[in-house]
């Protein structure tokens, strides 16, 4: 069944894929990120994460989810936070995701299938049109929109991860055993 078929809006179904999920792929501007390119009085890019979305990738950790950033820019700043998320596999200055994808694929064991990708822009479609779970922010771009099984209420840097993370740990009944752990 071509991913295209599912309609973005059908909870049903992106529930059932979610809760298939044994790995998640995060792009990192626009969706890690709110996609502004703020420059330092050096040149240095310095780019603000949401602490929410960051917790949300702990948490899928926690829950057994391999958690993988590609993306195409090259930042000392994502692999400090990538290493400070404890984010499994991290492809920086990634041209071919697709061909990113596929390694990790290849170094984790799993098929498309079992795999979500939360992107924003064109360069993340190669992926979101080849995963089990394709998801993405409420500010994407309209193509990437109309290729999703989930789109968030939030925007990129602004909690959509999180959401979208909360989303994958209700589907997989992680949820409220993970929140109770944190009650204790």
Known sequence: MSHS????????????????????VFDVDGVL???????????????????????GLKLLAEAGIVTAIITGRQSDIVAKRAADLRVAHVYQGVQDKRAAFEDLCAKVSVTA???????????????LTRVGFAACPANAHAEVKARCHWIAHLRGGEGAVREMCDFILRAQGRYDALLAEALA
């Open 113 to 127: 299938d079992v795999c979500g990708h939360i992107g924003d822009d064109w360069p993340d479609l190669p992926v």
């Open 5 to 24: 078929s599912i309609a973005p809006f059908d909870a049903a179904a992106a529930n059932e894929r979610a809760a298939r999920l044994r790995v998640m």
């Open 33 to 55: 990120t709110d996609g502004g390119l703020r420059y330092g009085p050096t040149g240095e890019i310095v780019k603000t994460f949401d602490s929410l979305d960051g917790h």
